[in-house]
């Protein structure tokens, strides 16, 4: 892994973006993530720079996304690609897993214990523990003893949460389906993310011999790492000056 040197963009680039962990710092709660005001204009700046190929790949359902980043308008995977907000701006979906009994298990030990967080989906289920961390083990218990009778769901764990989907879905396809139509198709991926749930992102890119960047500490398969989401934050403003230079340079 290269922790030092900077990867670079270049306009030949197609960027995908994790949203918690890594363009916005983790929070207790989901709903009290904090964007900061500096990233929304370094994104639209990547975006034209890199005609459009700039997307977020995230675990949260697209109305919340699309709240964060208002009024920039991107194209995205939500809910690990269970719904997708295209380029031209259609949103798709796939196939809704039944989740009844994983909903219910969920809420039933939200319900006993105040500091967990359900969180609903469409297409999942999430069980927040980070304001409860001594209830890691019971959380997971309860979470695999739901999805054990039924293949077709999938357990990721996560920074503090625990998230059932379906078993077709996942980040990795999520991207995989972006660079195979424009603007993406032809260009060099680069994914960065923070998780867990990140990793299938970055062997599918790394596969395409573009380039994974992991967020801060824990074992990854991506080949660059920095060191939190504000150094991300950093790395993104200094590509978008570097892209705009050189598009500067080339007119004159």
């Not at 214990?113 to 523990?129: I, N, T, W």
């Not at 890119?205 to 504000?230: F, M, N, Y």
């Amino acid at each position: 892994m290269n922790q030092n040197m900077d990867p670079v963009l270049d306009r030949s680039s197609a960027l995908f973006l994790d949203f918690d962990g890594t363009l916005a710092d983790i929070a207790p709660r989901p709903d009290a993530v904090q964007v900061d005001p500096d990233l929304l204009p370094v994104l639209e700046r990547l975006h034209h720079a890199l005609s459009g190929a700039v997307a977020i790949i995230t675990g949260r359902v697209h109305t919340e996304i699309e709240q964060f980043l208002h009024p920039l308008s991107l194209p995205g995977a939500y809910e690990h690609g269970a719904a997708q907000r295209h380029a031209g701006g259609e949103l798709t979906r796939r196939p809704e897993p039944r989740l009844d009994a994983v909903r219910a298990a969920a809420q039933t030990m939200a319900d006993r214990h105040p500091g967990l967080v359900v969180e609903q989906k469409a297409s999942g289920v999430s069980l927040h523990y980070r304001q409860a961390p001594e209830l890691q083990q019971a959380c997971t218990q309860i979470m695999t003893e739901a999805v054990r009778q039924d293949s077709q769901l999938q357990l990721l764990h996560g920074k503090a949460v625990l998230e059932v989907k379906s078993a077709h879905i996942g980040k990795g396809k999520a991207i995989e389906a972006f660079m195979a139509a424009p603007p993406f198709s032809g260009r060099r991926p680069v994914f960065a993310g923070d998780d867990v749930t990140d990793e299938a992102g970055f062997e599918v890119v790394q596969l395409e011999g573009g380039v994974a960047i992991k967020v801060g500490d824990g074992p990854t398969a991506a080949q660059h790492r920095l060191t939190s989401p504000e150094a991300l934050r950093q790395w993104l403003r200094r590509q978008a000056d570097r892209l705009e230079q050189e598009e500067d340079e080339e007119q004159r």
